[in-house]
């Protein structure tokens, strides 16, 4: 259990760092929209990314 968590966790930091590897400008432009949401805004961003994630599991597991 706990090497599938390091590798879900590796793979998390390694699809994080593409983008500001790739676009930094894009990156930081998104950064800078993303402060000026409101805190419900980013809320329902987060929700959506963990259904979504929680989708692509099942449907991966299943």
């Known amino acids: 259990m ?34 000026e949401m409101s805190d419900g805004q980013i809320r329902f961003i987060g929700l959506t990314s963990m259904l979504a994630g929680l989708l692509v599991l099942y449907l991966v597991r299943h």
Do not use: C, K
Not at 9 to 33: D, K, N, S, Y
């Open 2 to 35: 706990s090497n599938t968590l390091l590798t879900a966790f590796a793979l998390m930091l390694v699809i994080e760092g593409i983008l500001p590897f790739l676009v930094p400008g894009l990156w930081r432009e998104t950064f800078r929209r993303l402060i």
